[in-house]
Antibody
Protein backbone atom coordinates (compact mmCIF):
# COMPACT_ATOMS: atom_id res chain seq x y z
CA UNK A 1 0.00 0.00 0.00
CA UNK A 2 1.41 3.35 -1.06
CA UNK A 3 2.22 5.54 1.93
CA UNK A 4 4.06 8.78 2.66
CA UNK A 5 4.67 9.74 6.28
CA UNK A 6 6.17 13.12 7.19
CA UNK A 7 7.87 13.95 10.44
CA UNK A 8 10.08 16.61 11.96
CA UNK A 9 7.72 19.54 12.23
CA UNK A 10 7.40 21.67 15.33
CA UNK A 11 7.85 25.10 16.86
CA UNK A 12 11.03 26.98 16.00
CA UNK A 13 12.19 30.55 16.54
CA UNK A 14 12.78 32.91 13.63
CA UNK A 15 16.23 32.32 12.21
CA UNK A 16 16.22 28.72 13.41
CA UNK A 17 16.47 25.45 11.52
CA UNK A 18 14.39 22.34 11.13
CA UNK A 19 14.74 19.15 9.12
CA UNK A 20 11.64 17.45 7.75
CA UNK A 21 11.58 13.80 6.72
CA UNK A 22 9.18 11.82 4.57
CA UNK A 23 9.24 8.03 4.71
CA UNK A 24 7.90 6.32 1.62
CA UNK A 25 6.57 2.81 1.16
CA UNK A 26 4.54 0.81 -1.32
CA UNK A 27 6.32 1.95 -4.47
CA UNK A 28 9.79 2.05 -6.02
CA UNK A 29 10.85 5.33 -4.42
CA UNK A 30 14.05 5.76 -6.42
CA UNK A 31 12.16 5.99 -9.73
CA UNK A 32 9.94 8.96 -8.87
CA UNK A 33 10.07 12.74 -8.69
CA UNK A 34 9.33 13.86 -5.13
CA UNK A 35 8.18 17.26 -3.94
CA UNK A 36 7.45 19.35 -0.88
CA UNK A 37 4.29 21.45 -0.96
CA UNK A 38 3.13 23.69 1.88
CA UNK A 39 -0.08 25.31 3.03
CA UNK A 40 -0.10 28.23 5.43
CA UNK A 41 -3.01 28.31 7.90
CA UNK A 42 -6.20 29.17 6.05
CA UNK A 43 -4.35 29.70 2.77
CA UNK A 44 -3.85 27.89 -0.52
CA UNK A 45 -1.24 25.45 -1.72
CA UNK A 46 2.32 26.55 -2.45
CA UNK A 47 4.95 24.43 -4.15
CA UNK A 48 8.26 24.52 -2.26
CA UNK A 49 10.75 22.18 -3.92
CA UNK A 50 11.15 19.09 -6.10
CA UNK A 51 13.87 16.51 -6.64
CA UNK A 52 14.15 14.19 -9.61
CA UNK A 53 15.11 10.53 -9.54
CA UNK A 54 18.51 11.69 -10.72
CA UNK A 55 18.87 14.19 -7.85
CA UNK A 56 18.28 17.36 -9.84
CA UNK A 57 16.69 19.89 -7.52
CA UNK A 58 14.34 22.85 -7.95
CA UNK A 59 13.14 25.48 -5.50
CA UNK A 60 10.54 28.19 -5.20
CA UNK A 61 12.11 31.65 -5.12
CA UNK A 62 10.69 32.16 -1.63
CA UNK A 63 12.90 29.40 -0.18
CA UNK A 64 15.90 29.38 -2.52
CA UNK A 65 19.14 29.63 -0.60
CA UNK A 66 17.46 28.72 2.71
CA UNK A 67 15.94 25.27 2.09
CA UNK A 68 17.65 22.14 0.78
CA UNK A 69 15.83 19.11 -0.58
CA UNK A 70 17.49 15.71 -0.66
CA UNK A 71 16.63 12.04 -0.87
CA UNK A 72 18.07 8.75 0.32
CA UNK A 73 16.85 6.03 -1.99
CA UNK A 74 18.26 3.25 0.18
CA UNK A 75 16.15 4.50 3.07
CA UNK A 76 13.21 5.42 0.81
CA UNK A 77 13.19 8.83 2.39
CA UNK A 78 12.83 12.45 1.32
CA UNK A 79 14.17 15.35 3.35
CA UNK A 80 13.82 19.11 3.57
CA UNK A 81 16.48 21.01 5.51
CA UNK A 82 15.02 24.39 6.41
CA UNK A 83 17.42 27.11 7.61
CA UNK A 84 16.96 30.81 8.37
CA UNK A 85 13.29 30.20 9.03
CA UNK A 86 10.85 33.09 8.91
CA UNK A 87 7.36 33.61 10.27
CA UNK A 88 6.01 33.32 6.74
CA UNK A 89 7.34 29.75 6.52
CA UNK A 90 4.69 28.69 9.03
CA UNK A 91 2.61 26.05 7.28
CA UNK A 92 1.70 22.42 7.00
CA UNK A 93 4.36 20.79 4.85
CA UNK A 94 3.32 17.89 2.66
CA UNK A 95 5.53 15.53 0.74
CA UNK A 96 4.08 14.36 -2.55
CA UNK A 97 4.97 11.77 -5.14
CA UNK A 98 5.34 12.78 -8.76
CA UNK A 99 5.75 10.63 -11.81
CA UNK A 100 8.93 9.22 -13.32
CA UNK A 101 9.44 12.42 -15.29
CA UNK A 102 7.20 15.17 -13.89
CA UNK A 103 6.78 17.04 -10.59
CA UNK A 104 3.17 15.98 -10.33
CA UNK A 105 1.51 15.24 -6.99
CA UNK A 106 -0.53 12.10 -7.33
CA UNK A 107 -0.09 10.94 -3.74
CA UNK A 108 0.35 13.06 -0.61
CA UNK A 109 1.41 12.45 2.93
CA UNK A 110 -0.65 13.65 5.89
CA UNK A 111 1.60 16.66 6.41
CA UNK A 112 3.65 18.02 9.28
CA UNK A 113 3.09 21.44 10.86
CA UNK A 114 5.96 23.89 11.08
CA UNK A 115 5.41 26.95 13.25
CA UNK A 116 7.97 29.75 13.22
CA UNK A 117 7.38 32.06 16.15
CA UNK A 118 9.27 33.70 18.97
CA UNK B 1 6.44 31.79 -14.08
CA UNK B 2 3.04 30.49 -15.09
CA UNK B 3 0.35 32.17 -13.01
CA UNK B 4 -2.92 30.28 -12.66
CA UNK B 5 -6.07 32.30 -11.93
CA UNK B 6 -9.14 30.43 -10.80
CA UNK B 7 -12.69 31.69 -11.02
CA UNK B 8 -14.99 32.17 -9.36
CA UNK B 9 -13.44 32.50 -5.93
CA UNK B 10 -16.56 31.04 -4.37
CA UNK B 11 -19.33 29.11 -6.08
CA UNK B 12 -22.63 28.57 -4.28
CA UNK B 13 -24.74 25.73 -5.64
CA UNK B 14 -27.19 23.11 -4.47
CA UNK B 15 -26.79 19.32 -4.56
CA UNK B 16 -27.90 17.99 -7.93
CA UNK B 17 -26.75 21.09 -9.81
CA UNK B 18 -23.88 21.32 -12.27
CA UNK B 19 -20.63 23.06 -11.29
CA UNK B 20 -18.19 24.68 -13.70
CA UNK B 21 -14.83 25.83 -12.33
CA UNK B 22 -12.32 27.76 -14.40
CA UNK B 23 -8.52 27.92 -14.37
CA UNK B 24 -6.78 30.41 -16.64
CA UNK B 25 -3.02 30.35 -17.22
CA UNK B 26 -0.95 33.48 -17.82
CA UNK B 27 0.60 31.79 -20.84
CA UNK B 28 -0.18 28.73 -22.89
CA UNK B 29 0.63 25.46 -21.14
CA UNK B 30 0.61 21.93 -22.40
CA UNK B 31 -2.54 20.18 -21.30
CA UNK B 32 -0.27 17.33 -20.24
CA UNK B 33 0.77 19.41 -17.26
CA UNK B 34 -2.52 20.61 -15.79
CA UNK B 35 -4.09 18.94 -12.76
CA UNK B 36 -7.05 19.51 -10.43
CA UNK B 37 -7.17 18.77 -6.70
CA UNK B 38 -9.97 18.63 -4.17
CA UNK B 39 -9.41 19.55 -0.54
CA UNK B 40 -11.99 19.13 2.19
CA UNK B 41 -11.61 20.90 5.57
CA UNK B 42 -8.90 19.30 7.67
CA UNK B 43 -7.96 16.87 4.92
CA UNK B 44 -5.06 16.35 2.56
CA UNK B 45 -5.51 17.51 -1.04
CA UNK B 46 -6.55 14.71 -3.36
CA UNK B 47 -5.70 14.46 -7.04
CA UNK B 48 -8.86 14.41 -9.17
CA UNK B 49 -7.69 15.10 -12.72
CA UNK B 50 -4.28 15.00 -14.42
CA UNK B 51 -3.25 15.80 -17.95
CA UNK B 52 -6.19 18.23 -18.02
CA UNK B 53 -8.76 15.51 -18.67
CA UNK B 54 -7.68 12.15 -17.25
CA UNK B 55 -9.43 11.04 -14.09
CA UNK B 56 -7.23 9.82 -11.28
CA UNK B 57 -7.90 6.50 -9.60
CA UNK B 58 -11.13 6.61 -7.60
CA UNK B 59 -12.30 9.89 -9.12
CA UNK B 60 -16.03 9.55 -9.81
CA UNK B 61 -17.07 9.98 -13.42
CA UNK B 62 -19.26 12.99 -12.56
CA UNK B 63 -15.93 14.89 -12.50
CA UNK B 64 -14.47 15.83 -15.85
CA UNK B 65 -11.67 18.11 -16.99
CA UNK B 66 -11.23 19.89 -20.28
CA UNK B 67 -9.34 22.69 -21.93
CA UNK B 68 -6.20 23.64 -23.77
CA UNK B 69 -3.80 26.51 -24.14
CA UNK B 70 -4.60 28.99 -21.40
CA UNK B 71 -8.15 27.96 -20.44
CA UNK B 72 -9.06 24.88 -18.43
CA UNK B 73 -12.31 23.76 -16.82
CA UNK B 74 -13.34 21.32 -14.13
CA UNK B 75 -16.96 20.25 -14.43
CA UNK B 76 -18.98 18.35 -11.86
CA UNK B 77 -22.13 17.21 -13.61
CA UNK B 78 -24.42 16.46 -10.67
CA UNK B 79 -23.22 17.72 -7.30
CA UNK B 80 -23.22 15.30 -4.40
CA UNK B 81 -23.05 16.54 -0.77
CA UNK B 82 -19.46 15.27 -0.48
CA UNK B 83 -18.32 17.43 -3.42
CA UNK B 84 -18.49 20.68 -1.48
CA UNK B 85 -14.85 21.55 -0.92
CA UNK B 86 -12.02 23.74 -2.21
CA UNK B 87 -10.63 22.96 -5.66
CA UNK B 88 -7.17 23.86 -6.91
CA UNK B 89 -5.65 23.69 -10.36
CA UNK B 90 -1.92 23.06 -10.73
CA UNK B 91 0.72 23.42 -13.43
CA UNK B 92 3.34 20.68 -13.07
CA UNK B 93 5.53 20.94 -16.12
CA UNK B 94 9.30 21.01 -15.99
CA UNK B 95 9.48 24.73 -16.67
CA UNK B 96 9.70 25.44 -12.98
CA UNK B 97 8.24 26.71 -10.77
CA UNK B 98 5.30 24.41 -10.26
CA UNK B 99 2.32 26.65 -9.54
CA UNK B 100 -1.16 26.39 -8.06
CA UNK B 101 -4.23 28.50 -8.58
CA UNK B 102 -5.59 30.31 -5.54
CA UNK B 103 -8.52 27.91 -5.26
CA UNK B 104 -12.28 27.92 -5.77
CA UNK B 105 -14.48 27.27 -2.77
CA UNK B 106 -17.57 25.28 -3.72
CA UNK B 107 -20.18 25.82 -1.03
CA UNK B 108 -23.72 24.64 -0.45
CA UNK B 109 -26.32 27.22 -1.37
Amino acid sequence: QLQLVESGGGLVKPGGSLRLSCAASGFTFSNFYMSWIRQAPGKGLEWVSSITSGDSVYYADSVKGRFTISRDNAKKSLYLQMDSLRAEDTAVYYCARGTHSLPAADWWGQGTLVTVSS
Amino acid sequence: EIVLTQSPGTLSLSPGERATLSCRASQSVSSNYLAWFQQKPGQVPRLLIYGASSRATATPDRFSGSGSGTDYTLTITTLEPEDFAVYYCQYYGTSFPVTFGQGTRLEIK
